[in-house]
Every structure is written in C-alpha cells, then in structure tokens.
C-alpha cells in the first residue's frame, strides 16, 4: 500500500532529474555537419520512410546555437578539425555528439597525413556509430541509445565534472595511428 494507490488517476509522480532527462531526450535537435558520404545516409534519415519527426528531431539546425546533438558525418579534414571544434564550443549545453561512420569515428581506409583520426581527438563523443555508410535504420538505433543516455544523465555540478572530465581525455588521447595491438 504505497502513496501511488492514494492519489487520484491523472496525478503522475518523478523525480525533476527524470522529467528533465526526458524533456530533454524528447527535444533534441541535430546541428548536421556531413562532409563525405554518410551525409547521404543522414539525409535519407530525414525523409519520409524513416521520419526522424517520430523522436522531436524534424528540425535541422543550422545554426549551432540553436542545436545541442551534433551529428558528424563523414571524415574530417585537417583544415575541418578546427571549424568543427568552433561549432561544437558554439552550441548551447548540455550537448551531445554522434560519431556517424567509419570515418568520423576512427579516420577510416584514410589513414594519412590529411584526415583526422578519429573525431574523438576534437570534441568529446557519446555515441559512435559504425559502418560504411551507415545505414539510416542503424543511425534511428544509435539515436535511440542515445535518447537512454541523456534521460538518464546528472543534473548539475555531477554533468558539469563527467563532461570536464570527458572533454579532457578525449583531448589528450594518442592518436589511433600510434597504437598497438587491439587492447591499447
């Protein structure tokens, strides 16, 4: 017999840290960055057989103040890394970013002088995405994981410290070209 059987229907009991989590899950709104061909894919999400509207996301931002889910797709150039990084301190917090492809997440079959490997040495990533392209099912899925990570994100002083902290490593990582073996 808990206080939930007393209440009369219609009265809906939460936490602020889970109503905000899911306010904020339910109105994301994506600053698209697509520079190679997993824009196509990310286009294709938009459209009217898969309908990114069903998850509050209809509206593209171009304008990074107005957007806090950045969606990188594609491999970034040397020249891109900075703009990228001056879009990413643009948009308002809390903010998050989706690695989409092979070549934004770890630089791809590219392996030179000219691309970035791996998007994670510019901004902090939360969720990476494979493939080559990706498929645009697999970008609603990788959406929708996300969608779970920010419900359930701190409040506060406890986000502020794991983004700092995120942000950090993500900087000081070693570049993927100067790893060995499948553990480092």
Request: hydrophobic share 45%.
């Amino acid at each position: 017999m808990g206080i939930e059987e007393k209440l009369p229907s219609g009265v809906l009991l939460t936490s602020v840290e889970k109503f905000a989590g899911w306010a904020r899950k339910s109105s994301m709104w994506p600053a698209t960055f697509g520079l190679a061909c997993c824009a196509i894919e990310l286009m294709a999400t938009g459209g009217p057989r898969h309908d990114m509207a069903r998850f509050g996301m209809e509206v593209a931002r171009a304008s990074p103040r107005q957007a806090d889910l950045m969606i990188v797709a594609g491999r970034v150039s040397q020249k891109m890394a900075p703009v990228l990084r001056q879009i990413y301190d643009q948009m308002a917090n809390p903010k998050w970013v989706l690695s989409m492809g092979v070549c934004a997440s770890t630089g791809g079959m590219f392996n030179n002088y000219a691309i970035v490997q791996g998007v994670d040495h510019i901004v902090p990533v939360d969720i990476y995405l494979p493939g080559c392209p990706p498929r645009p099912e697999m970008l609603m899925d990788a959406i929708l994981k996300l969608h779970e990570k920010v419900a359930n994100e701190p409040l506060g002083v406890h986000r502020e410290r794991s983004d700092e902290q995120a942000e950090q490593t993500a900087l000081t990582a070693a570049p993927t070209h100067e790893m060995k073996g499948l553990l480092r």
